[in-house]
């Protein structure tokens, strides 16, 4: 076997190390530090907020202002993105039916 091969097989075999220990550090990390309990607040925070708006606008004939919009629509790709339920899904569908005003 060349010293090259050998090279290569030692960095396939630290490569493979380093990932199994990134994917035991970032659990052991997030329990360390309450990352857990901090994400699902703001999911939280987040389902609070867009459901405020979803209702506001259901108020008001449903319809919606465009910040409104805007804001919730940012709100719910932060919510997806932690992985969030599907609930806010079907909300999401039905604000993006709603009138939209300035």
């Known amino acids: 076997m060349g010293t090259l091969a050998i090279v290569a097989q030692y ?16 659990p052991v990390r997030e329990k360390l530090f309450g990352l857990t309990e901090i994400k699902e607040g703001q999911k ?8 405020s708006i979803y209702y506001h606008a259901k108020d008001n004939s449903n319809t919606i202002r465009q910040y409104e919009l805007e804001n919730f629509l940012l709100m719910y790709a932060a919510y997806k993105a932690m992985r969030g339920n599907s609930f ?6 039905e604000i993006m039916e709603m009138e939209v005003t300035t």
Not at 44 to 51: E, V
């Open 11 to 26: 960095c396939g075999i630290a490569t493979t190390i380093a990932a199994a220990v990134a994917l035991l550090v970032k």
């Open 88 to 93: 806010m899904t079907k909300i999401n569908k």
């Open 44 to 51: 939280c925070l987040l389902r609070a907020q867009m459901l």
